[in-house]
């Protein structure tokens, strides 16, 4: 078989379910691992990327707890950086653990990734992404700390940040390296630390980027073949769970823009996902985008499964 | 000038000093990166790493305020690799910041770092290295965590956890490619992440590595030809204090091993820098270790200045 470049986009719920322990955790991306070890046995160069939603939220609550002159809370893009290195040092362990057992002469590589997005992306004027604890009205109230508070559906209020759009990545060069020189590599950990840049000095901004987004100008800048978008079900549906459900398997890019014109996909579930998809696809000619499950990712491979995005 | 491969070994409180904010933080280090880019600079491989003591006790400290059945503390590794994610990100923008202000046309990569420990290791039957804040005898008592508690000077309770030595580098192969490649790599952060190997699987162990010792290790697997430790002073010194003070400039593996049995090192302070230099150097016969200070980098690049050890 012809060697291909994947890189695969994991979900930071596919690490945090219902036990926040660091040790289940671990004991969930070693399953990951496992399953992925697919693509890495048949021969493939593999990127992987993850998500860190529950992660970050989690840290955010702790910095607060722990907040202090002597020890003050970190801002969003250094806590992104953080779960870069948690998740990252969990998820490498876990690779290395199923590249020894099954024996794969392979070894493991984890970049931290900054992010570059546009200070002027109009995401900045309109932050939708909540993140952190809910609060009361009354306690969103006492804050002075500049941050944008929005109810959320009668669960309390939280703090909203901008989510902006990936323009580089800065360490497109070093992945690329990485992986022809034979790692697998794991890189961009929740969607990358978001940077702008002015005259070659990159700043932290207060925001996170869609992991898919940024797994989708991954998968551009590195030459990817295959961008494999990870979610919870098999196949994406159009008219889900109407009469004439139809489940997708091989799609053109068109066929994909007429379904989001439809409003067939649930905007921050499936639509992220299926515009990272047509955004990898438009900007590589020969490339294709598979949307499926881990648990469907070697039939995926056999090209028997998933939903498949090409021109 | 011979292109040469620098490794440069960076104190946690070169860093942290009196204002533990993001900003201050950062600051410090576009300082330090300024004054390490002279390596680069003269066209040297350049790979720093650096330690994480005031960062990964103040992360401590807010993941014990934060603890709760369901955002539960992470363990000492986990905790490692997340200051890898904060230092390494901070770290490596201010290396980006002054390649571009000085049209140094380099890229610069962070690698998350393993350091593989003797689970026989017989500092793990004596925990010495605090960590975390002082507590109370009666908080002490109060705990029932299976740590080890240990009265500090007077100033209170500290956990103490073992400091075993490095065995191996997970990602030395990571690392020498990613120099060979051009990159100037940060890597080792905080003396690594501390796992013991079982078959081939890695596991995390609640300890804390010296980041002198780590560097020795990881100057010598990457085959590097100086090994340069950071410290407060230019130079080491012998007799210090006395009528006989002593400045050491070019001094060999011999002398410095008799000033250690003469015990002219402090523990804990100039003595593990010491050991690490000549750890080092007994394992590279033709390469040097320096001791001296960020300060004096540029002179002891032209070999005016520093404690050279060589063999």
Do not use: C
Not at 156 to 163: A, L, N, T, Y
């Amino acid at each position: 078989m012809e060697k291909k470049r994947y890189i695969v986009a994991l979900g930071g719920n596919a690490i945090l379910t219902d036990n926040p322990s660091a040790e289940a955790q671990q004991k969930a991306l070693e399953d990951t691992a496992e399953k992925l070890s697919v693509l890495i046995e048949a021969g493939h160069e593999v990127i992987i990327t993850h998500g860190n939603g529950p992660q970050v939220g989690n840290l955010l609550l702790q910095q607060i707890a722990g907040d202090s002159d002597e020890n003050p809370a970190m801002p969003l893009d250094t806590l992104v950086a953080m779960t870069q290195g948690s998740i990252g040092y969990w998820l490498q362990k876990a690779l290395q653990k199923t590249l020894s057992e099954k024996g794969l002469d392979k070894e493991v590589a984890t970049v931290l990734t900054e992010v570059v997005v546009d200070e002027n992306d109009p995401a900045f004027n309109d932050p939708t992404k909540p993140v952190g604890p809910f609060l009361s009205e009354e306690e969103v109230a006492d804050l002075s700390d500049g941050s944008v508070y929005k109810e959320d559906a009668g669960r309390g209020w939280r703090k909203v940040v901008p989510s902006p759009k990936p323009v580089s990545i800065n360490e497109a060069n070093v992945i690329t390296r990485l992986v022809e020189s034979g790692f697998v590599t794991v890189a961009a950990g929740g969607g990358g630390i978001p940077v702008i840049e002015k005259a070659g000095t990159y700043t932290g901004v207060e925001a996170v980027i869609d992991k898919d987004f940024a797994s989708a100008k991954l998968a551009e800048l590195i030459k990817a073949d295959t961008f494999i978008i990870l979610t919870g079900v098999d196949n994406v549906y159009v008219n889900f769970n109407q009469p004439d459900q139809k489940k997708l398997e091989q799609v053109t890019v068109a066929d994909m823009e007429r379904y989001i014109e439809e409003e067939q996909f649930a905007p921050g579930s499936m639509l992220p996902k299926v515009e990272a998809a047509i955004d990898f696809v438009k900007e590589a000619p020969e490339g294709s985008a598979v949307i499926t499950s881990l648990e469907n990712i070697a039939s995926a491979l056999d090209g028997n499964g998933g939903t498949v995005v090409e021109r």
